[in-house]
Nanobody
Framework: QVQLVQSGGGLVQPGGSLRLSCVVA????????LGWYRQAPGKQRELVAV???????NYADSVKGRFTISRDNAKNTGYLQMNSLKSEDTAVYYC?????????WGPGTQVTVSS
């Protein structure tokens, strides 16, 4: 099974920025769809952003204009740049990668937006 390693979470003040990274093991990263999801306490996991193998992107309405998903196929790494963070962005963020209905999850990283 594909393994994903996440980094980049932490505590940030409202209005601040963070960048999350997700390194995906293996030789087929460039073919994968890569997604970022988040789960806040007491809520269901929700899709934040997704990027296809061709570079097409899609975002949840709540993060449009503030978050940017990207990928570097040479480094087997996906990114989520988060700007203008709000308290409601506080959640555990998970990356997800795969193809053809077979996907793997990262372990999650905590993002806390608080003054």
């Amino acid at each position: 099974q594909v393994q994903l390693v996440q980094s980049g979470g932490g505590l940030v003040q409202p209005g601040g920025s963070l960048r999350l990274s997700c390194v995906v093991a293996g030789n087929f990263f460039s073919t994968y769809v890569l997604g970022w999801y988040r789960q806040a306490p007491g809520k269901q996991r929700e899709l934040v952003a997704v990027i296809t193998s061709g570079g097409s992107t899609n975002y949840a309405d709540s993060v449009k204009g503030r978050f940017t998903i990207s990928r570097d196929n040479a480094k087997n790494t996906g990114y989520l740049q988060m700007n203008s963070l709000k308290s409601e962005d506080t959640a555990v963020y998970y990356c997800n990668a795969g193809i053809g209905g077979v996907f793997a999850w990262g372990p999650g990283t905590q993002v806390t937006v608080s003054s």
